[in-house]
């Protein structure tokens, strides 16, 4: 169980490692910052990016009153709490951020609602990729054990 939550946390700060650099040239500033600095910053924002990914898939787990409902039958309604909490967390995020000065879009940043669109995507994006990977190896294991 705990190789899978290390499995699990280790592929989301992946996939979010990975957006993060790809996006980091539409934030102020960060075309500018030295390679390292930047990397660390995208590394630190991957790992808030998980914190965000758990509390949804948690608060997806409470609704469902199931830890392993992305491998059962109903996943459907647990799956859209988990990107609308995701979603609604990530929003407030990135407005607290915006207002504060915490950081900033370049102009070529797409908005929506004065959101950055890349952020929206993201969240969208990659909490669909790791709920189709998890619930592909869910469906898997299921196979194998025996009933």
């Avoid at 992946?14 to 993060?20: A, C, D, H, Q, T």
């Avoid at 940043?109 to 994006?125: D, E, N, S, Y």
Wanted: hydrophobic share 55%.
């Amino acid at each position: 169980m705990l190789r899978r939550l290390f499995d699990f946390g280790g592929f989301v700060v992946v996939l979010n490692f990975g957006w993060e650099m790809a996006q980091g040239g539409a934030f102020v500033g960060m075309s500018a910052m030295p390679f390292w600095a930047a990397t660390l910053r995208c590394f630190r924002a991957a790992l808030g990016d998980l914190a965000i990914t758990s509390v949804a898939f948690g608060v997806a787990a409470l609704l469902a009153r199931d830890s392993r409902w992305v491998g059962s039958r109903r996943p459907l309604i647990p799956f859209f709490v988990y990107l609308a909490v995701g979603l609604a967390v990530t929003v407030a995020l990135e407005k607290y951020a915006v207002a504060t000065g915490r950081w900033g879009y370049e102009p070529r940043m797409p908005l929506v609602m004065g959101v950055g669109l890349l952020p929206i995507a993201q969240w969208i994006l990659i909490p669909a990729i790791v709920f189709a990977v998890v619930r592909n190896a869910s469906m898997r294991d299921h196979a194998r054990s025996p009933s």
